[in-house]
């Protein structure tokens, strides 16, 4: 009978660990947008309420032969590019400071805390009025979006870090830059990363905003004028472009958290 039992649950674990090929992604994705084809060409929706891939991917085309959607393009990579590396220095060397001097807790995590519940975009309208409809404005409130998950996930990360480590590493007499720089900082990346993650979502979101409500140039600037018109195939277009920038943030910080994270 536990010879049973230990089989089954070696068979259990074993279906667990199993991974599956890339290709099932890949094609679950394809599934999906050629169900939506049929279903516009089959069905008689208006374009206007939902254009089908294949025009969405013409228009789309079309845009990047004029240059339109390279240039919102290139201004949202600027806003965001900007914004994502800021708030995420800032919140990865804050978080560390928090997470390892008591004075920098005790001084630090109440206002963390007490901002960090606040909605960023409500914060828009503000940090217009005190820095303009420019592009300081946009990148200020991308970078305070990254700011806290990121500066949250940091000081978590510090905190779960091995004492035993730690010990360790003042038994022999390591000074407190080494400990952060070689005990520390590695043992909370993984957290860190899972922070710079969600702050990826966050930047996306607040990129859109911020263009739609002050700028003349951006992805979400595009999307609103397009909405405005009831142009929905050159809307599309834009959520698409949003979504291939969602997608290479976090391909991108899949690649850096292996390169750093080899273990």
Request: glycine fraction near 8%; charge should be positive.
């Amino acid at each position: 009978m536990n010879a049973m039992y230990r089989r089954a649950v070696v068979n259990r674990l074993a279906f667990i660990d199993t991974k599956l090929p890339g290709w099932v992604s890949t094609l679950s994705l394809i599934g999906l947008i050629v169900l939506w084809e049929i279903v516009c060409r089959a069905s008689s929706v208006p374009e206007l309420y939902l254009p089908s891939p294949s025009a969405i991917l013409v228009t789309g085309w079309d845009m990047i032969d004029s240059g339109e959607l390279l240039i919102n393009a290139k201004a949202s990579m600027y806003r965001i590019g900007w914004g994502f590396v800021i708030g995420s220095i800032a919140g990865i060397v804050l978080g560390l400071a928090t997470g390892f001097f008591r004075l920098a807790e005790a001084v630090g995590n109440p206002i963390v805390h007490a901002l960090y519940p606040i909605p960023k975009i409500a914060l828009l309208p503000l940090i217009i009025l005190w820095l303009g409809i420019g592009e300081l404005s946009k990148v200020t409130i991308i970078s305070l979006g990254v700011f806290f998950p990121v500066i949250i996930n940091t000081y978590s990360g510090v905190k779960n870090v091995d004492p035993l480590l730690i010990k360790a590493a003042v038994a022999f007499r390591a000074s407190r830059l080494s400990i952060i720089r070689k005990v520390i900082l590695p043992g909370a990346l993984p957290v860190i990363f899972a922070g710079l993650k969600l702050a990826a979502g966050t930047s996306l979101l607040l990129l859109v905003a911020a263009e739609m409500i002050a700028a003349k140039e951006g992805i979400g600037a595009m999307i609103l004028h397009y909405g405005d018109l009831m142009l929905t195939t050159k809307l599309m277009v834009g959520v698409l472009a949003l979504s291939l920038l969602g997608i290479a943030f976090n391909y991108s910080l899949n690649w850096l958290e292996k390169q750093l994270i080899s273990w």
